[in-house]
């Protein structure tokens, strides 16, 4: 990929939407950077009220630290709310805030915009209490970034497309059943043929049968399973804990975690509800490990629902309500858009 040359708010703000695919609303995005090279984009939900602690702008300054390589962070503000001459500043006292966290800890502020519906413009205007002169997002269609991007093939969805699959569209509980009684009967002969088929598959790109779908969702209902797809899934050779939480400073093979997010979406499919938890649990950690925080929060909440007490689910929920995010979104060398594009 030819590297990306920002020229103008208009790229900036384009180059946002591209990193993350799709485009973010009531959302504060900062986006890491080494001097004149890119880092990692970070995307967190506006707090839902004006009144927001200390400990808002201590979060998001201390995740955007986790890059060590950042000198400098470049942030959008993309709200509805409006900030023209007659209305008060969004999140006026949260941007200060952020600001200093973020320069307490030796990155500079490059520059601050907002976003809304319609237009765009400099987060601190003329006067402190303004913002400045306002641009039509048109100018971000027609920038010239923006261009090479989707000359590249990246495309910019309107919103965060809908990440849980269609549930029960196909549901055989009787194979998947039938073949949890065969891996009762012989474990280890049938759990090891169905991480094989698992390998394959996600390896060769093979389109799954409806019975090798049921014979590895039947193999995910076993947690020594479940968690060996997990740890092999990147690819890369190290322990197992830094491979599930994505802490190794060798990129994951992000081609092989796509091919099993793809099948992990086929197996929610025909998996009935108290087969369900493993695959969505598996697609909100694969989620977590690309940064993408609130498509994790949405799987790991439909596999609670199905299953209150499904342990990896409830550890990963606490995470992400802790606000850690995974090694690997955190470093332009190992993250997703980055070796992904």
């Known amino acids: 990929m030819e590297p990306i040359r920002i020229s103008s708010p208009a790229d900036a703000i384009s180059y946002i939407g591209h990193s993350l695919g799709y485009w973010p609303k009531e959302s504060l995005v900062c986006v890491a ?49 409006p900030w023209g001459p007659e209305h008060p500043k969004p999140f006026a006292a949260m941007i200060q805030r952020l600001k200093r966290r973020l320069m307490a800890t030796g990155l500079f502020v490059h520059e601050v915009w907002i976003v809304g519906p319609e237009s765009f413009a400099t987060y601190d205007g003329a006067s402190p209490a303004s913002c400045g002169q306002e641009t039509p997002l048109a100018a971000i269609d027609s920038c010239l970034l923006n261009a090479e991007l989707v000359y590249q093939g990246s495309a910019v969805a309107q919103s965060e497309p ?3 699959p269609e549930l029960f569209t196909a549901v055989d509980h009787d194979a998947v059943e039938s073949a949890l009684q065969d891996m009762a009967t012989n474990p280890g002969k049938c759990l090891d043929a169905a991480y094989r088929l698992w ?25 020594g399973l479940r968690d060996q ?23 994951p093979q992000w081609h092989r975690i ?23 649990t598996m697609l909100g950690h694969i ?4 940064g993408r925080g609130t498509a994790a929060a949405n799987y790991l909440h439909v596999a609670l629902t199905f299953d209150p007490d499904y342990h990896l689910a409830r550890l990963l929920d606490q995470l992400l309500g802790a606000g850690v995010v995974s090694g690997w979104a955190q470093h332009k060398n190992t993250a997703y858009r980055n070796n992904h594009q």
């Open 33 to 81: 950077l080494d001097g004149k090279t890119l880092g990692p984009t970070l995307r967190v939900s506006l707090p839902g009220t004006e009144d927001v602690s200390e400990s808002y702008a201590e979060r998001v300054a201390h995740a955007v630290g986790f890059d060590l390589d950042a000198t400098a962070v470049l942030i959008a503000l993309f709200t509805h709310q």
């Open 162 to 164: 809908p990440t849980i």
């Open 199 to 223: 390998t394959e598959l996600i390896d060769h790109g093979t389109e799954p049968t409806h019975e090798q779908l049921a014979e590895v969702l039947a193999g995910l209902q076993h947690v």
């Open 229 to 251: 797809i997990l740890a092999d899934m990147p690819g890369i050779d190290e322990p197992m804990g830094a491979t599930l939480f994505g802490a190794t400073d060798e990129a």
């Open 258 to 280: 796509d091919n099993s997010e793809k099948l992990l979406r086929q197996l929610v499919t025909i998996a009935a509800p108290t087969h369900a938890a493993a695959p969505l």
């Open 287 to 290: 989620c977590w490990w690309k």
